[in-house]
């Protein structure tokens, strides 16, 4: 039953940003678990949520800088 309100909460999450396009503190902490900054600049960004991406191979750890 908790997954359930979690899949909720998210639902309602994606529909507000549907709306307002603005990434609240709250909603970042509910969808980053931890964000680490390396040495050498790089950027690895661990989610709160399973990746869709992951079972084809398309998954990276590394944020590039824009």
Do not use: N, W
């Amino acid at each position: 039953m908790e997954r359930l309100a979690q899949y909720r909460v998210m639902e309602q999450d994606a529909q507000k940003l549907e709306r307002d396009h603005a990434l609240t503190a709250e909603l970042l902490e509910r969808l980053i678990e931890r964000i680490e900054i390396t040495h050498d600049r790089e950027s690895y960004v661990a989610f709160r949520f399973k990746s869709e991406f992951a079972p084809h191979g398309k998954e990276t750890g590394l944020c590039e800088a824009m």
